[in-house]
């Protein structure tokens, strides 16, 4: 480029430079859109607020309602109230109070929707805190019957506030179904039993307030009484009788027979009748038990009894064994005879000395085992206490006793071969 037009170049940009530049427009102040009244009526949904709605008409499945601001919204029918049977109609041209539950534009319109049923549940809530502030345990209250269901009543005890009488608490009596006791929006009388704050339960009971027939009649029985009991039922452990004025007894199976049984069944049967004595009676559990054998003196005590260590008894031979013989006696019970009690001579064959069925005299009781009743016989002990007796009696004769020294001589031999047998 050459100097001329460098020149002009510098001339033009600087006369450019010397015409004074626009002034920017300061920027206008910003001010806050005036609040319309969806920005209010969100603030009071947020808020949960009550406000006022005049009930206009039926629409769309609820009421059409105009809010105290002047617009226009909608109540569904599961907002109205809690009465499930309710009658729409009575609310019409009135005023109640709703809270705001939804809110938004819909096809540039506001769409509100609102709910009566959430004011009248917080009053509920508030008259249920209330009752169950000032109810306690043991405080006789008047129910309402509201609903049933298998077992148990549903009673109305006032706004927001409903208990339950669970079948076992209804009656003494035995009934099916709660409706054959009481029926419904009858008024009954009944006792807390149970208040659970924080859950908002209540327990009442109506039984709880008059005795109980069974243990009027159960107190009528007591330790020792003896009976007439019914067989009702068996089981493995014993059986359930009737003793009368409806009550149940318990026989264990170890109170039926001072002998073992392999089973209840094999000593009682269903409907039979016998006597029994009353061993315990516990209100509390409800239970009496009874006892059969109680009644019939213990066999096993006879028989220790009767055959005492050092008693004599007569028999019948009814075994012969290699150890020894078994001996019956008139009463049934039976004893052994071990050989070495048979003789105090050495016997080869017991059969050739002994017979079956031929009667044993003079057999003494040696030992019996309590545990299992086993009696233990000797057919020789009399006669071994006997010659004791006499050798006690020479030893403590003068030298002028009448045994002549060939006497003593065979009574001392006897004696220490008897001795020698023990």
Request: no cysteine; charged share 35%.
């Amino acid at each position: 480029m050459s100097h001329e037009n460098e020149e002009i170049e510098k001339n033009e940009t600087n006369a450019i430079s010397d015409i004074p530049a626009a002034e920017t427009p300061a920027p206008e102040p910003v001010t806050e859109k005036p609040a319309g009244p969806l920005d209010e009526l969100e603030k009071l949904r947020r808020s949960r607020q009550i406000v006022s709605a005049k009930v206009i008409k039926w629409a769309n499945n609820g009421l059409a309602v105009e809010l105290e601001s002047g617009e226009k919204a909608s109540m569904p029918n599961n907002h109205i109230d809690l009465d499930p049977d309710r009658n729409i109609a009575k609310y019409f041209g009135k005023t109640i109070p709703v809270r705001i539950i939804n809110l938004k534009m819909e096809h540039g319109q506001p769409f509100i929707s609102v709910s009566h049923r959430s004011v009248l549940e917080d009053d509920l809530k508030k008259a249920s805190k209330e009752t169950l502030e000032t109810m306690n345990v043991g405080d006789v209250i008047e129910a309402k019957v509201k609903a049933f269901n298998i077992k148990d009543v549903i009673v109305d005890l006032g706004p927001g506030v409903d208990a339950v009488i669970h079948g076992k608490d209804l009656s003494w009596e035995h009934f099916n179904h709660p409706y054959e006791v009481v029926k419904r929006g009858q008024v009954l009388s009944a006792k807390v039993l149970q208040v659970d704050k924080k859950h908002r339960t209540i327990q009442l009971g109506v039984r709880q307030l008059t005795p109980d027939p069974y243990i009027e009649n159960f107190n009528k029985f007591h330790e020792g009484d003896k009976i007439t009991a019914k067989v009702m039922s068996i089981n493995d452990f014993g059986a359930e009788v009737s003793i009368g004025d409806n009550i149940t007894a318990f026989l264990p199976i170890s109170e039926i027979s001072w002998e073992r049984i392999p089973t209840v069944d094999s000593a009682i049967s269903n409907d039979e009748e016998f006597e029994v004595q009353v061993l315990v009676v516990d209100p509390k559990k409800r239970r009496i038990t009874v006892s059969k054998k109680r009644l019939i003196e213990n066999p096993i005590r006879q028989r220790e009894e009767k055959f005492k260590i050092g008693s004599d008894h007569n028999g019948t031979i009814k075994e012969i064994t290699k150890g020894g013989i078994v001996v019956a006696f008139e009463d049934g019970t039976e004893g052994f005879v071990p050989r070495r009690e048979l003789s105090h001579d050495r016997i080869e064959r017991l059969e050739d000395v002994f017979k079956k069925d031929k009667p044993i005299e003079a057999l003494r009781v040696i030992d019996y085992d309590r545990r299992d009743g086993k009696i233990t016989l000797s057919f020789i002990a009399a006669e071994k206490e006997a010659q004791r007796k006499t050798l006690k009696n020479y030893r403590a004769t003068p030298r002028g006793s009448s045994f002549s020294l060939g006497e003593l001589g065979s009574l001392k031999e006897k004696l220490e071969q008897a001795e020698r047998n023990l």
